[in-house]
């Protein structure tokens, strides 16, 4: 077994399965570490290239994914609202950054910023511009 990630990424190591060792109603059990560290590598080399997020939007982020785990586990319906009005940021703002990074840098600008390959950029463009409002 070797590592892979969405964007098309496929690790280098192959890690050999013991097939003796595999439970057969729980193969989740057993060890991939080996590929889980190849993909951190990878996530971590595709992030440090990225533009970087301002400290404080990186903040609020944090601090939003934080109080929306706190609200999931005691009112569902809340949080279901919240999750909407992001999404509604998500499609107008996406939508518009996304046609003008398109038009003022080349693919692989456009994908270096976001710390993804040309292939997984493209898809999330083409998912903003589905989303388009404006």
Known sequence: MRAV???GWSGTTTY????????ED???RYDTSGPAKDWQSHTRAMVAQAVP???DVARLISELRQRL????A???????RIVGEL???VETEGSYAAREARRTHTDQEVAAALGGTEKATA????WYDSHRYI
């Not at 005691?74 to 279901?80: C, F, K, Q, R, V």
């Not at 898809?123 to 083409?126: D, F, G």
């Open 87 to 89: 999404d509604s940021i």
């Open 26 to 28: 729980e193969p989740h």
């Open 123 to 126: 898809a999330r463009l083409r």
């Open 16 to 23: 050999p399965i013991d097939w003796k060792q595999v439970e």
């Open 74 to 80: 005691s009112d569902i319906l809340t949080a279901l």
């Open 69 to 72: 785990d706190e609200i999931e």
């Open 5 to 7: 990630c969405a964007c």
């Open 53 to 55: 997020v301002p400290e």
